[in-house]
């Protein structure tokens, strides 16, 4: 597995340009300020808009209220605090399955 | 016959000031202020490992300093005007993401995060608001802020100024340490070198102008909460720490002219001996440092004072309420380790930022160790343990094998050392590897969490969170919009020229030419691009 790590302060747009120009399989955002509601669905906008399908995972301090909030906006997994390697592993990989079969025709 | 270390303490312990208190035990027992043999080290005294004063909580209790700030300007100086009511002396100033990295509110990047974890600051205008009412000549303010710290200090000065509280009365601290946010917080705007000329500069102005101000608060807190071990956080804070000082000298300040006003602010984190020990062995290797290598003839220069704050990674969302219990814990750390003031976290917040109920609870947890327990009657109480005295003993051998690797990296030079690490990725890789690690005996069951690898329940449901009013951003815009709206844009064009003028010449102090910029109403996002022409960027190395 290929990991890219494309640093901070990034925009929805940005994001999306490298997800496409890498081909990647699973978009992860890390987010711990509260601004996950605001964001992590323009970076499904962006990321659709850029006609990729690839799935977005939020991983951060996300309260359990805006789990349900997030995933009606198109977000795969919400993986909050606490959350052990192995089942984020599983949530990567699901997410990433999913994905890809939702792509092939 | 007592010993002469003896003797001076009990004169300094003498000469202090004395709390109230019976200073007895539950069963009545009398308690001695501390406890040693005579050929023993005192508080109060070289090098400091007991502490920095002869009396220490007898004097006078830590401060409780419980750090705050949400939404707007006005939001918060309600909150600040509610904790002062309730007695509390200090205020401590939590700023929202886009002024931590001195942008303002209507920057692109700042987009869903105006006012959330923190009080939103774009111009003088928010600083008059949040401070309205209060008069800053008698309280004393924290601002936990580095990139933006001058700007931000400049707006404290010039609000102070048009409220008649002259600048020798303004007390309290901005936090300004720049080299730990390229370590572990990632809050940096501009590269290592000009950064530094910035910090120096407030350090250069504050020891001129504003004698109770703390210029610089050392932070090891961000380095641990990043997932340094405590040997670490000890290591690289003070590092970072004698980095500050050879940079002010090279500025050409006297060492004992603004080493007294150096200040450091250190985690408490669970594994409790081992955090009394890091606290213990950091007083007595900065009083070490400052006399032996930088020939600091002021005691106080020695003296190492710092602020505590209860680890936040090591709250559980898990079974959320157990985090009373580790606060409580950690807190008690910072006390018997010394500490001159202290924020207690609270329970929720690995979920969200407190709500009034658990903010009060944690307010509440240092009064029952200030005033139940018992602690605060005796300095150092666990001075002269084997075990204590072992692991202070073994943490300051292993600080000094980084301050000696730091040291031949620099030539010779700490703060060379310093800087070429961070360039190196030196830290961060080091602070990675340990957060690796701690994961790794997390998975494997070394570790045991109570509530996450460990006595977990089906059913756990999290505590109501603080939610942030989502009209927030937008009250902020449009009083950026206002504010924008009623300058006069040749004064504002003229001290923005100003700001890169005096950034393009190392010899002048920046200071001036920011508040200039402050009193013109100039944004603190107008200012760092203004700055950022002449200093450029940092940007960390993005890795595949």
Request: net charge negative; glycine share 8%; aromatic share 8%.
């Amino acid at each position: 597995m290929e990991v890219v790590y494309v640093g901070l302060r990034n925009t929805p747009e940005s994001i999306a340009a490298i997800a496409l120009q890498e081909d990647v399989d699973v978009v992860g955002l890390s987010m711990h300020n509260g601004a996950h509601l605001t964001l992590a669905p323009l970076v499904v906008r962006a990321i659709r808009e850029a006609g990729l399908d690839t799935a977005v995972v939020v991983g951060g301090i996300v309260p359990n209220n805006d789990i349900s909030v997030l995933v009606d906006d198109g977000i795969a997994a919400v993986l909050g605090p606490g959350t052990s390697n192995e089942d984020l592993v599983a949530a990567v990989r699901q997410a990433s399955n999913g994905a890809r079969r939702a792509s092939r025709p | 016959m007592s010993s002469e270390a003896r003797r001076e303490w009990q004169r300094a312990y003498d000469e202090g000031p004395m709390r109230e208190s019976g200073f007895e035990t539950i069963s009545g027992v009398l308690v001695a202020p501390v406890y040693a043999p005579e050929s023993a080290e005192y508080p109060g005294r070289y090098p400091y490992t007991r502490g920095p004063y002869a009396s220490m909580y007898r004097s006078k209790l830590w401060t409780m300093r419980q750090f705050a700030g949400f939404g707007t300007a006005e939001d918060t100086n309600e909150r600040f005007h509610q904790l002062l009511d309730a007695g509390g002396s200090g205020l401590s100033t939590a700023f929202d993401m886009p002024t931590l990295l001195a942008r303002d509110s209507d920057y692109p990047l700042a987009l869903g995060e105006v006012g959330r974890a923190g009080v939103a600051v774009d111009t003088l205008a928010d600083v008059e608001t949040l401070f309205d009412g209060i008069d800053l000549g008698s309280v004393t303010t924290s601002m936990t802020i580095n990139s933006a710290a001058p700007t931000l200090l400049a707006m404290y000065i010039v609000a102070a100024d048009k409220t008649g509280v002259d600048r020798e009365r303004l007390g309290g601290t901005i936090q300004n340490d720049i080299l730990k946010e390229y370590q572990a917080q990632n809050e940096y705007v501009f590269p290592p070198r000009p950064s530094l000329r910035l910090v120096s500069d407030v350090i250069r102005f504050c020891s001129a102008e504003l004698p109770r101000w703390h210029p610089v608060s050392v932070s090891g807190y961000h380095i641990r909460e990043a997932g340094s071990t405590a040997a670490q956080e000890l290591a690289f804070t003070l590092a970072n720490g004698f980095a500050y000082v050879e940079s002010a000298l090279a500025a050409g300040l006297e060492i004992d002219a603004f080493a007294p006003r150096l200040s450091f602010f250190f985690n408490a984190h669970i594994d409790f001996f081992e955090e009394i020990a890091k606290y213990r062995a950091a007083r007595r290797i900065w009083a070490r440092w400052l006399r032996d290598r930088y020939q600091a003839q002021d005691p106080r220069s020695q003296q190492l004072r710092f602020h505590t704050q209860t680890s936040g990674v090591s709250l559980t969302a898990q079974q959320a309420e157990v985090n009373v219990a580790r606060v409580a814990i950690e807190a008690l750390a910072g006390v018997l380790g010394g500490t001159q003031s202290l924020h207690t976290d609270s329970y929720d917040e690995a979920l969200a930022l407190p709500t009034e109920k658990s903010a009060r609870i944690a307010l509440r947890t240092q009064q029952v160790i200030a005033h139940e327990t018992g602690v605060a009657n005796v300095a150092d109480p666990l001075g002269g343990s084997w075990y204590v005295e072992e692991l202070t003993d073994e943490l300051e051998r292993q600080a000094e094998d980084t301050f000696a690797y730091l040291d031949d990296l620099g030539g010779g030079s700490m703060l060379d050392g310093v800087v070429t690490a961070i360039e190196r990725r030196w830290f961060q890789n080091e602070i990675g590897e340990a957060a690796y690690e701690f994961q790794r005996k997390l998975h494997q069951g070394r570790w045991t969490w109570v509530g996450v690898n460990a006595f977990t329940e089906a059913d756990d449901s999290a505590p109501a969170t603080l939610s942030i009013n989502p009209n927030v951003e937008a009250r902020q815009l449009a009083r950026l919009r206002d504010i924008k709206a009623n300058r006069a844009m040749h004064v504002v064009d003229a001290a923005l020229a100003r700001v890169r003028g005096d950034a393009a010449d190392p010899e002048v102090n920046m200071v001036p030419a920011l508040i200039g910029a402050a009193a013109a109403y100039v944004t603190l996002g107008e200012i760092t691009a203004a700055l950022e022409t002449v200093f450029g960027v940092h940007t960390e190395r993005a890795s595949v």
